[in-house]
């Protein structure tokens, strides 16, 4: 019997460290994270679960708002935030993985609008912009000096943004560029109808954020997984299957730069 048992403690000590598991909290914003038939899908989503699995780690998802899900975090060992851009504010709040994609907001018109026309922030104020509610952008064009519900109309998702656009109650909408391609997708419209005039913000990046007192042996390994999926192409891969091609115009008007010494509140929704 005592043979029996030490037999069976040595081989549960013996086990490997990758038995070791992570959860992950997000929100729905597709093509980032999204559910489909009970999973959740996307290109953030599909590339940690592929990262743990190199990394000999078991993962958990879960959808949650993005407040509850930032809260817990904090909160929570063994535990990741995505997808969540990396601001001074958060910097000592977490433990930092990536940068796995970049963040582009663009202002959107319709491509028979010519008449709009931009060269500097301060045109802005002559249109009326949509912007998802609560969100970095909107707060962004607030600096700018448009007022919500005067120069801004904003809407509680990029879908019914576009579909504000597309009726011309508004002239032009603020929307991340993978986002704007996830939309013309789905809604079956032609990008040809679309056009960018401006780069709202094109500074961050995107992350995985981890609980601080998540190992740093763990963190090694899912970034040298990280490492290993873009050496192999599998993260461009993925970034076209989700995010299509990488379009960024130089041509355009960038305003990225009035937003240097702009401080984002650390719940702010990542876009």
């Known amino acids: 019997?005592?043979?029996?048992?030490?037999?069976?403690?040595?081989?549960?000590?013996s086990?490997?460290?990758?038995a070791a598991g992570l959860t992950a909290y997000t929100e729905h914003v597709p093509p980032l994270t999204y559910q489909q038939d009970g999973q959740i899908r996307g290109y953030a989503s599909e590339l940690l679960t592929t990262m743990a699995?190199?990394?000999?780690?078991?993962?958990?998802?879960?959808?949650?708002?993005w407040p509850r899900a930032y809260v817990t975090v904090l909160n929570t060992p063994d535990s990741v935030l995505y997808s969540t851009v990396r601001t001074p504010e958060r910097e000592q709040q977490f433990r930092w993985l990536g940068p796995i994609g970049k963040r582009r907001?663009?202002?959107?018109?319709?491509?028979?609008?010519?008449?709009?026309?931009?060269?500097t922030p301060g045109q802005l104020q002559q249109w009326r912009i949509g912007a998802v509610r609560g969100s970095a952008s909107q707060t962004q064009l607030q600096q700018l000096g448009l007022r919500p519900g005067i120069e801004q109309d904003n809407a509680p998702?990029?879908?019914?943004n576009l579909a504000k656009l597309r009726l011309g109650r508004v002239d032009m909408i603020a929307m991340l560029d993978w986002a704007m391609y996830w939309q013309l997708q789905q809604a079956g419209i032609s990008s040809q109808q679309i056009r960018p005039v401006a780069l709202l913000d094109g500074q961050e990046q995107y992350w995985f954020a981890l609980n601080r007192q998540t190992a740093a042996s763990t963190i090694t390994r899912l970034q040298n997984a990280l490492r290993?999926?873009?050496h192999s192409g599998f993260v461009a891969q993925?970034?076209?299957?989700?995010?299509g091609p990488d379009k960024q115009t130089a041509a355009l008007p960038d305003f990225s730069q009035q937003f240097q010494s702009a401080r984002w509140r650390p719940l702010q929704r990542h876009r």
């Open 1 to 13: 019997m005592h043979l029996r048992l030490s037999f069976r403690l040595a081989l549960l000590l």
């Open 15 to 18: 086990l490997p460290a990758h």
């Open 53 to 65: 699995g190199k990394a000999g780690l078991t993962l958990r998802q879960q959808l949650l708002p």
């Open 105 to 119: 907001v663009y202002l959107y018109r319709l491509a028979v609008r010519n008449d709009i026309q931009l060269t």
């Open 157 to 160: 998702d990029d879908a019914s």
């Open 228 to 230: 290993g999926l873009e």
């Open 238 to 243: 993925l970034q076209q299957k989700y995010l």
